[in-house]
């Protein structure tokens, strides 16, 4: 079945640095596009970065631009998210979703000094 497994989170300070990882088994990586979301608490869910299939188009919300990286390794059936200079406001829970709708079980991020 379709699996999703996000790893990386934790605690940064702000201004450090920290890369999410999405593990993906189960369908064809390759040919997914794939989304990084997160959600924090009592606020709506936001989508932070977004990548296509073979890597070559990367999108970003406006508040992470020139700070997060998203890439992907289709070989190692793999996705990253690189947040560079994260501040405490984007304390929250980083989702990994694959079209056409998978969603990863998250993995919380906290920054704070």
């Known amino acids: 079945q379709v699996q999703l497994v996000e790893s990386g989170g934790g605690l940064v300070q702000p201004g450090g640095s920290l890369r999410l990882s999405c593990a993906a088994s189960g369908f064809t990586f390759s040919s997914a596009t794939m989304k990084w979301y997160r959600q924090a608490p009592g606020k709506e869910r936001e989508l932070v970065a977004t990548?296509?299939?073979?890597?070559?188009?990367?999108n970003y919300a406006n508040s992470v631009k020139g700070r997060f990286t998203i890439s992907r390794d289709n070989f190692q059936n793999t996705g990253y998210l690189q947040m560079n200079s994260p501040n405490p406001e984007e304390t929250a829970v980083y989702y990994c979703?694959?079209?056409?709708?998978?969603w990863g079980q998250g993995t919380q991020v906290t920054v704070s000094s």
């Open positions: 990548i296509t299939s073979a890597g070559r188009i990367t």
């Open positions: 979703v694959v079209s056409p709708g998978y």
